[in-house]
């Protein structure tokens, strides 16, 4: 069982709210959009796995990758920046979908919360939505949730943006 906190676009600002609405996960998947004196923090904390986003600089690109690839107790998992949502992927993600047909997907970028199952690609997806103060959202979100052979207990901290 591993217990993972997921976030995205957060654009340089860490939410002090990561460290206690995180505090019992063994993981945290950063999915793009990181901004400078997030992931130093955050790696410093707890183990992290991340993605750049279209907003980070090139040395955020050489640091880490633009998609992962992994397994986290037995699940296949993929991560990237921009990817969609459930019957709008991009054709470029659709098609890395299909081919590796993880359990879950997370992905970033819209500043949208989304958690949704995609029955056509047999996975579960997650935006995080938007833990950072950039951009039109009005509430920051983050995601955690348990793997215990699925997904589980999948919970939601909104917060102030500001």
Request: include cysteine.
């Amino acid at each position: 069982m591993k217990r993972i906190g997921v976030l995205s676009d957060t654009h340089g600002t860490l939410p002090k709210q990561v460290y206690t609405f995180f505090k019992d996960c063994d993981e945290v998947w950063h999915a793009g959009d990181i901004g400078r004196g997030v992931l130093e923090p955050l790696k410093e904390w707890k183990p992290v796995r991340a993605v750049y986003g279209n907003m980070d600089d090139y040395e955020m690109r050489f640091d880490v990758p633009r998609t992962q690839l992994f397994k986290c107790e037995g699940l296949k998992v993929v991560m990237t920046h921009i990817g969609g949502w459930p019957g709008h992927y991009p054709k470029e993600m659709r098609e890395l979908l299909l081919h590796e047909r993880p359990d879950i997907y997370v992905c970033g970028h819209s500043h949208i919360l989304k958690v949704m199952y995609d029955s056509e690609m047999g996975l579960l997806h997650i935006n995080p939505g938007a833990a950072g103060k950039v951009g039109f959202h009005k509430v920051a979100t983050m995601v955690r949730f348990v793997i215990d052979g699925s997904p589980k207990e999948l919970e939601i901290m909104e917060m102030s943006k500001y």
